[in-house]
């Protein structure tokens, strides 16, 4: 296994925990079992590309977060009803797929600017 595909499958175990979430639904988040993320996580197997390319998607979720969420408070937050999202948890928006995605990195961006709470 190369070292680029070791960093990719810690990066799953990563962001899935920062999300808070369990591997079946990280697994509905990039359209795959929950099973695929376990083996992804054990390194048995290899993300296909598409998969690598909805990681990294969010990924970015989480770079947007910097200076924006408390750390150690991303896990917390993406479990927290959100006015800004209809009370529902920025975890639940992100399952809709990719709209809930960018739903999410809107949400954050008025946060950074202070224009939603």
């Known amino acids: 296994m190369s070292t ?3 960093q990719i499958n810690k ?18 988040i990039i359209g795959v079992t929950g099973r695929t993320v376990a083996r992804w996580e054990a390194e048995e197997t290899d993300p296909h590309f598409l998969a690598k390319q909805k990681v990294q998607e969010l990924q970015n ?11 150690g408070k991303e896990t917390e937050w993406f479990n927290t009803p959100s006015e800004a999202l209809e009370n529902k948890t920025p975890l ?3 399952e809709q797929g990719p709209a809930g995605v960018q739903e999410v990195l809107r949400l954050l961006g008025r946060l950074e600017w202070g224009i939603a709470t």
């Open 4 to 6: 680029l595909t070791h």
């Open 92 to 94: 639940e928006v992100i």
């Open 61 to 71: 979720i989480l770079d947007k977060m910097d200076g924006v969420i408390k750390p």
């Open 11 to 28: 990066r799953i175990h990563f962001v899935r925990t920062l999300f808070g979430c369990s591997q079946e639904i990280m697994g509905h």
